[in-house]
């Protein structure tokens, strides 16, 4: 689990798993293997109200998969939304006072991309006039280099 910003982490499933429902911590996951968790599903189900994003007070869950496309992510063009409502998400719990996880399978991947976004957007840490910007800002952090594959989003 890495730290990028004042109690905000960017992590792993098996990390997801270990704070998930405790109550110093709001886990805002990004992945499909934890949402599948959370639902008791084997497979998704694309019927249900929460098949892309289910909100709870304490966990917000999204059915993201790294895709071989970065335009597959826009399921029903809710992409933005999605993203916009995870990055509230984590706004409010930092705001509580509460430590923040944003967890994909390897943390990796799409983690590192909703905390970035956040700290370009909500934060204004880092630049979001462009990848290039932002990627020379974030080799600092170790986890946030290169590896952003939604940065395309919002900018």
Request: proline share 4%; glycine share 4%; with cysteine.
């Amino acid at each position: 689990m890495l730290e990028v910003a004042t109690s905000l982490y960017v992590g792993t499933s098996l990390e997801a798993r270990q704070v998930f429902q405790k109550e110093e911590w709001r886990l805002a996951n990004v992945a499909k293997t934890i949402h599948l968790e959370i639902h008791h599903w084997s497979k998704p189900d694309n019927k249900s109200p929460y098949y892309i994003l289910h909100e709870e007070e304490q966990w917000v869950s999204v059915n993201w998969v790294d895709a071989p496309r970065p335009e597959l992510f826009n399921y029903q063009n809710k992409g933005v939304s999605v993203v916009k409502k995870v990055l509230v998400f984590i706004q409010k719990g930092l705001q509580e006072d509460k430590k923040v996880l944003v967890s994909c399978d390897q943390g990796l991947s799409r983690s590192p991309s909703v905390a970035m976004l956040y700290l370009a957007k909500v934060l204004h840490m880092i630049p979001d006039g462009s990848f290039a910007e932002a990627e020379r800002i974030c080799k600092n952090i170790s986890s946030l280099s290169a590896r952003v594959g939604y940065w395309y989003v919002l900018s």
